[in-house]
């Protein structure tokens, strides 16, 4: 079993044991009543986004530097630039398609039930697009996020809370924080992400200098902590690639062909997809299934019983007393 993994399981086990692991509750919604259109390539539509018109004292500010114009504009002209800094430069968010599914799903069932994701905001839809977006990452499990920003800040800050999960009710040692390893060029929300879990004294950040792998490894080779994990290694930040990179849209992983190495990604719909929203898609726990049937071959190996499942019936009492055990879940609708 893998440090991490363990790791994982028993700051969850603590969770679990002070009340505080919830579910999310799902909420079925019908299904459209018309199947939405697809499309392929662009149109009239794809500079739409990227094309603005601006007023001629916002662009005099923008060509302002330091109290000096950069540049001449004629008094009354509004000139049209082109966006360089936006998300939406595949301009997919004013595509016809797009526009009429976004109609569609307001007319049909309103802005959505308006609440969290643990009370009643999370609906079979959202189930389906993290399903869809996992299995395009070829992960296990992915969770939406409203923004870029938040994906990465609740990353960073829940890895970093997994050693307070473990030390409740007693002050955190110093070798019990995580080490956090992170490129010098990673993204802001990174970052900021990274320096919270600092202030709260759970981790401590060391940075490497951009893609030095030797630089990276000897801050490794110094660092006297157990807990370590290294972002922008097995965790990546793909914020510009789903849906956009690799054949299948599947991301910076899929373009270089690295999906099984990644364990955790982010990414975000607002290039891709045309939306406001981000997500992160990860592993599930593989040594979980291996560690049980390593139990199952050692129980069979003692017993000399073939055994084909790790679940094992073990009759207690007589044999109509287990029967009637059996039907109560049933008649109170368990299973």
């Avoid at 079925?28 to 094309?51: I, M, Y």
């Avoid at 005099?60 to 008094?75: A, F, M, R």
């Avoid at 595509?95 to 609906?123: D, F, N, W």
Wanted: hydrophobic share 40%.
């Amino acid at each position: 079993m893998a440090t991490w993994d363990m790791l994982v399981d028993d700051a969850l086990g603590s969770l679990a044991a002070r009340r505080l692991l919830f579910n999310t509750r799902l909420l079925a919604l019908p299904p459209p009543s018309v199947p939405s259109k697809t499309f392929n390539g662009p149109g009239p539509w794809d500079r739409a986004t990227v094309e603005i018109q601006l007023n001629h004292a916002s662009l005099k500010q923008w060509l302002t530097i330091n109290g000096v114009e950069s540049g001449h504009l004629e008094d009354g002209v509004n000139p049209k630039v082109t966006l360089f800094s936006g998300n939406d430069y595949m301009c997919l968010s004013s595509h016809p398609a797009i526009r009429e599914a976004a109609v569609k799903a307001a007319q049909e069932y309103g802005m959505g039930p308006r609440g969290s994701s643990l009370i009643c905001g999370y609906t079979t839809y959202h189930k389906l697009v993290e399903e869809s977006l996992a299995e395009l990452q070829k992960k296990e499990d992915c969770i939406l996020c409203p923004t870029g920003f938040s994906a990465n800040t609740a990353l960073m800050t829940a890895l970093g809370s997994i050693s307070s999960l473990l030390s409740v009710g007693r002050k955190l040692a110093k070798d019990e924080r995580i080490a956090i390893f992170s490129d010098a060029l990673n993204h802001a929300s990174t970052i900021d992400g990274i320096r919270l879990v600092e202030r709260t004294h759970e981790a401590v950040a060391f940075v490497y200098k951009h893609c030095d792998m030797l630089h990276l490894d000897a801050l490794l080779s110094s660092c006297s902590m157990s807990r370590k994990v290294v972002v922008t290694d097995r965790y990546c930040n793909s914020a510009h690639g789903t849906l956009v990179c690799g054949e299948n849209g599947g991301g910076v992983p899929e373009l270089f062909g690295c999906e099984n190495d990644v364990d955790i990604v982010v990414g975000s719909l607002s290039k891709g997809a045309g939306c406001q929203a981000a997500i992160y898609v990860s592993k599930k726990e593989i040594w979980r299934r291996s560690v049980i049937w390593d139990h199952v071959r050692y129980f069979a190996s003692l017993t000399n019983l073939d055994i084909t499942s790790p679940i094992i019936l073990i009759e207690v009492g007589s044999e109509e007393a287990v029967l009637n055990a059996t039907r109560f879940p049933h008649l109170s609708k368990f299973s």
